[in-house]
């Protein structure tokens, strides 16, 4: 059926999407995501989204531009995102939860000559937000200009200079900017490719500073078609400097990081891979005050120091067969991190000073940990026959988590074991199915009395098979059902009167058919049921109480119609509830009902190479817990232009 394309799939799968959204109990409120609207904007480009969603509101618009006028280059970068919550204020009145963002980058380039051309570069962003008691604002301006160079035809310089303005909660701020970039081009030194960046930037914006710079270095040759040997080194320095309003101080940040990554792949043969990998990284953060408000401090501000080592590495083995039926693989790994925390001492201070520095030293230092992890895994995946596959995978990690000092009392083991087992099995020409069995256990051990009672065995086993008929090629139905039991144990029950083992068990069925009745008309249907409930568990006797438990159902089903090879609309009812049982002396009682029940659309328009039109919406009527009736509509809508 290539008539309906692509556009078709996506459509089928809104149902899922709609009715998701239903079963959460929670409302939306997260970000919008930029990548999947960024991920479809052409070079040359615009996009518009809107989404609401019960009582929030989310917008997002996009622009940008690559090109050339006149022998000028152009490129414009542009990044609006907006979320608005409407909440129930005074009886009669609506209240706005809003913020803002945006962010603008525009920049033009002219060649001068061969290797020589003008920059010019303004970047800006605007953000405010009135979701907090008080008003949020901030915005940060730049301009800068100057010129990219080749002063070896392997380099790439750019320097530039420029003015920024900066507002912070009402305190504005401005000053010079100085800019530096540098980038290898093309380097190869005997089969060996090396590239290079580094950028110098300061901005001066009294009384604060601000700094961004950082150099790598990478290194990379193949010796075969897969056997390679890879390193790169990197030092990064950042500052960054706020103000803490409520002290009249300048918070200053001050990060540096050295960092140096190795990867090597060695080929024993065809089919054979070895892979070391190598990271090592040192980090230092200085978190400064500096007072700027006139007269006497009320008392000392102790600067302090975090330093970090951090060190990553593992061991691989690879196995993939001629033919790509069989693989698997092999990892040995181990990490390791160590933070320390210290305040700075106050040059010629007083004995009272000297006191609260010591107390201020030992708070800093009750943070101190040192973590190790060491892993184990591997997958296999090989076939038992033309129409039979399986598939293995299993892993194990012991993490060791100390605390240097006395007053902390997080220092900890925890076992972590999984497993898996999938089998795929073509019975018929029309008939697949397939089973997966997976479980996990994990041991959590604190070393210490203090922290003990949280001492706790957690295991978890799940099984979900699978089956997907094909009678005919306009008729497709895929069934899944799965069944988890969840059991977390605690070591000390019986000691501790605040823990308690629980149990958590889950049985959920999916069912998903579409039926094709001519190249432009289909039905869609989509079931989902799931029960779970939660109880007390005694597992020496393996017997609990059960405290809770749940119905969810939800049914969709809608009607799609493709005029054309570019475009899919669609209607259909979606229905959701959700019903609440509670235990007590007197048996299983109904604590609370859900019910959603609505019309859909949606609307999916592919005009080629001028953009995208996507919109969505549903309808519906909600009966609350407590016996009233709410109606909502909710829309989502994307449009996307190619400029």
């Given at each position: 059926m290539p008539y309906i394309g692509s556009a078709t799939i996506a459509v089928v799968l809104l149902p899922l999407g709609l009715l998701l959204a239903h079963a959460q109990e929670t409302q939306r409120t997260a970000d919008i995501s930029l990548q999947a609207p960024d991920s479809v904007l052409h070079k040359n480009g615009a996009g518009i989204y809107f989404d609401r969603n019960l009582n929030t509101y989310n917008w997002m618009g996009r622009l940008v531009l690559d090109t050339a006028v006149a022998g000028t280059h152009i490129g414009l970068n542009q990044l609006y995102t907006s979320n608005v919550i409407v909440v129930d204020g005074s009886p009669g009145s609506r209240k706005k939860l809003e913020s803002n963002q945006e962010n603008l980058l525009l920049q033009l380039g002219r060649p001068l000559s061969a290797d020589i051309g003008a920059l010019v570069q303004w970047s800006s962003l605007v953000y405010s937000d009135r979701k907090?008691?008080?008003?949020?604002?901030?915005?940060?301006?730049?301009?800068?200009?100057?010129?990219?160079?080749?002063?070896?035809?392997?380099?790439?310089?750019?320097?530039?200079?420029?003015?920024?303005?900066?507002?912070?909660?009402?305190?504005?701020?401005?000053?010079l900017t100085t800019y530096l970039a540098a980038q290898t081009r093309g380097i190869d030194l005997d089969g060996t490719r090396i590239a290079g960046t580094?950028?110098?930037?300061?901005?001066?914006?009294?009384?604060?500073?601000?700094?961004?710079?950082?150099?790598?270095?990478?290194?990379?040759?193949?010796?075969?078609?897969?056997?390679?040997?890879?390193?790169?080194?990197?030092?990064?320095?950042?500052?960054?400097?706020?103000?803490?309003?409520?002290?009249?101080?300048i918070e200053s940040r001050l990060d540096n990081v050295f960092s140096f990554t190795n990867l090597l792949d060695y080929e024993i043969d065809r089919n054979f891979l070895a892979t070391l990998f190598l990271t090592v990284n040192s980090r230092g953060l200085d978190k400064d005050y500096r007072r700027t408000a006139v007269g006497s401090p009320p008392g000392p501000l102790f600067d302090t120091r975090i330093e970090e080592f951090r060190l990553e590495t593992f061991l691989q083995a690879s196995y993939r067969s001629t033919d790509n039926r069989s693989a698997g693989s092999l990892r040995l790994s181990h990490s390791e991190r160590n933070e320390t925390h210290s305040a700075k001492?106050?040059?010629?201070?007083?004995?009272?000073?000297?006191?609260?520095?010591?107390?201020?030293?030992r708070q800093e230092q009750t943070k101190d940990n040192y973590a190790r992890r060491s892993s184990l895994a591997g997958t296999v995946s090989f076939p038992l026959s033309l129409s039979d596959r399986v598939s293995i995978s299993g892993a194990a990690s012991i993490l060791r988590y100390d605390t240097p000092s006395d007053q902390n009392f997080e220092d900890r083991d925890e076992l972590l074991v999984a497993a898996s087992i999938g089998t795929t099995h073509r019975i018929t020409r029309s008939f697949e199915a397939a089973v997966t069995l997976d479980g996990n256990i994990s041991h959590l051990v604190y070393l210490l009395k203090e922290r003990s009672a949280n001492n706790n065995i957690n295991r978890v086993l799940r099984l979900s098979p699978r089956t997907t008929f094909r009678p005919a090629g306009f008729f497709t139905t895929t069934n899944g059902f799965e069944v988890l039991a969840n059991y977390t144990v605690y070591d000390f029950e019986e000691e501790a009167a605040l823990v308690r083992s629980f149990s958590y068990r889950q049985f959920g069925w999916i069912d998903s058919t579409t039926v094709q009745f001519t190249d432009r008309v289909a039905f869609d249907f989509f079931?989902?049921?799931?029960?779970?409930?939660?109880?007390?568990?005694?597992?020496?006797?393996?017997?609990?109480?059960?405290?809770?438990?749940?119905?969810?159902?939800?049914?969709?089903?809608?009607?799609?119609?493709?005029?054309?090879?570019?475009?899919?609309?669609?209607?259909?009812?979606?229905?959701?509830?959700?019903?609440?049982?509670?235990?007590?002396?007197?048996?299983?009682?109904?604590?609370?009902?859900?019910?959603?029940?609505?019309?859909?659309?949606a609307i999916l328009w592919d005009v080629g190479n001028h953009g995208q039109l996507s919109l969505r919406g549903w309808y519906e009527d909600r009966k609350q817990p407590d016996g009233t009736s709410r109606s909502l509509a909710n829309m989502s809508m994307t449009i996307l232009l190619t400029l």
């Open positions: 907090s008691v008080g008003l949020s604002n901030a915005s940060i301006h730049s301009l800068l200009g100057g010129i990219e160079f080749l002063p070896i035809p392997f380099v790439a310089l750019t320097p530039m200079v420029g003015y920024r303005w900066d507002n912070q909660a009402d305190v504005r701020d401005h000053g580094a950028q110098y930037r300061e901005d001066r914006l009294d009384p604060r500073k601000l700094d961004s710079h950082f150099a790598r270095l990478g290194a990379q040759k193949y010796f075969s078609a897969t056997t390679r040997d890879s390193i790169e080194i990197g030092v990064y320095h950042t500052r960054r400097e706020f103000y803490a309003l409520a002290d009249s101080n001492p106050i040059p010629n201070a007083s004995p009272g000073v000297l006191i609260l520095y010591n107390e201020r030293n079931l989902y049921l799931k029960l779970y409930e939660r109880g007390q568990l005694r597992w020496s006797d393996f017997t609990e109480r059960l405290e809770n438990s749940f119905a969810d159902q939800t049914y969709a089903a809608q009607l799609r119609f493709s005029p054309g090879p570019r475009a899919v609309f669609a209607v259909g009812l979606q229905y959701f509830s959700q019903t609440r049982y509670s235990y007590t002396v007197a048996g299983k009682q109904v604590g609370s009902f859900l019910r959603s029940f609505g019309p859909t659309c």
